[in-house]
């Protein structure tokens, strides 16, 4: 069912380019009206309206700032609508402090939910969108994460995302690696070559759970035959991470990193390890599309792309892992709920909204009307890999809630030497059941 999401997906990207020219409140909701213009007072001409403030709660850091002028262009759209932007993400825990907000009534209007198992968990406090203006031309792939078993939709996708090893072309040209890797003993081999140049091949950010414990362990759950049986299995004790072949090979691609890559891994954060890929310290980094803008902004020039992270040399090792990453929901009792809906809608069919999330964002869209034109480097990277249908799920918000963070604390104990990979398997297996 993925694979035939990602080929739709694949063939909606195609016909777009070449006509191209992409715990619980009971108080019930009310109204569905949303607001689609690109250009709108908000109301009847020489109507006075009320003043309201959005508090948008989001956790992307690298688009912040950009968001923030973005939203400035809404509220010149619309006068009488404020929205004040929070942003907590990158090293920081954007689910504690979104719990934390709620804890203490601070409910914010728009924020952020992965979908699956996260949508469980919030969907009391989330307004139905099914009936919004935009989702006639959400994709499929969009569809998946925020639409719970009776059809009702939670959420509109921030974007699609894809990740893996990003590349420097002219280090590895430099290296004599004249053709990408595309299995694991090629990119063992190109690790080594890099090493003879006086070369560091990896850029690896350890210090970030989330880096380790959810995007590179998530290789082993999504190179599975069918990664949600495999999932379903061991919520049901039918599967086992001891003794599976995937997460026997996933040794060896942190020992790769490990080995390859730059010192101090484990007290390497985001923006360190994007930095040293960026600059030239090293040719490879472990990341997504979401650090193009950043890695341009430091060395506009470089010549970079996608191989995929690969456990083994199957034929299948050469996919990369492509999903929604995360999608905007409302707070369905909102004072402000109207108007929230609006500004969704704004962002995703204005044609201010549409620029700023292709040209400005960078972001490949989940939606038919938005052309993915304006793509750096890393999102053409990603629409290739998808038009070739070369792509893994992201499995991680299936996961048990909290899971992703004890897997990396038990990630970055075998990283220091402190456990064996036996240890650290059993680590995975106890959190699982523990937390499942």
Not at 87 to 105: E, H, N, P, Q
Not at 150 to 172: Q, S
Not at 412 to 428: C, P, R, T
């Amino acid at each position: 069912m993925k694979r035939l999401s990602i080929m739709l997906l694949s063939l909606l990207f195609i016909v777009g380019l070449l006509s191209g020219c992409s715990s619980g409140d009971s108080e019930t909701n009310t109204g569905n009206e949303g607001g689609s213009g690109d250009s709108n007072n908000g109301g009847s001409e020489g109507q006075q309206q009320e003043e309201v403030t959005l508090n948008f709660f989001q956790f992307k850091v690298e688009i912040a700032d950009d968001l923030g002028e973005m939203l400035k262009e809404f509220e010149a759209e619309y006068p009488h609508i404020k929205v004040n932007l929070e942003t907590v993400g990158g090293g920081a825990d954007y689910g504690a402090a979104l719990r934390a907000k709620f804890a203490s009534g601070e409910r914010p209007d728009i924020f952020n939910n992965g979908g699956f198992n996260e949508l469980e968990l919030w969907k009391e406090h989330l307004a139905d969108l099914s009936d919004e203006p935009w989702v006639d031309h959400l994709l499929e792939i969009g569809k998946v994460p925020m639409t719970d078993e009776e059809g009702t939709l939670y959420g509109m996708p921030v974007n699609l995302e894809g990740y893996g090893f990003i590349y420097n072309k002219d280090l590895f040209e430099e290296a004599g690696i004249t053709e990408a890797p595309t299995n694991y003993s090629e990119l063992l081999a190109a690790a080594e070559k890099l090493e003879a140049a006086g070369i560091t091949a990896f850029s690896a950010g350890y210090a970030e759970w989330w880096v380790i414990g959810q995007h590179l362990l998530n290789i082993a759950f999504a190179q599975q035959d069918d990664p949600v049986a495999f999932i379903e299995g061991l919520n049901e004790g039918t599967e086992s991470i001891l003794g599976n072949p995937r997460f026997e090979e996933f040794q060896r691609l942190i020992d790769l990193e490990i080995n390859f890559g730059n010192a101090n891994p484990l007290t390497t954060d985001y923006n360190t390890q994007v930095t040293q890929f960026a600059t030239g310290q090293t040719a490879m980094l472990q990341q997504g599309n979401w650090t193009e803008n950043m890695i341009y902004e430091i060395n506009p020039d470089i010549n970079m792309a996608f191989l995929p992270i690969a456990l083994n040399d199957d034929p299948g090792a050469n996919r990369i892992p492509v999903g929604v990453p995360n999608n905007y929901v409302l707070y369905k009792n909102s004072p402000h709920l109207e108007e929230a809906k609006l500004l969704l809608d704004w962002m995703v069919s204005s044609e201010t909204g549409k620029r700023y999330m292709t040209e400005v964002f960078a972001f490949i869209p989940a939606f038919d009307n938005i052309e993915p034109s304006g793509l750096g480097a890393l999102g053409e990277s990603i629409l290739e890999y998808s038009v070739q249908d070369k792509t893994i799920p992201w499995t991680w918000f299936r996961w048990p809630d909290g899971a992703n963070q004890d897997f990396a604390a038990a990630i970055q104990e075998y990283a220091a030497g402190q456990i064996s990979y036996d240890e650290l398997l059993e680590k995975f297996q106890a959190t699982w059941d523990n937390l499942k």
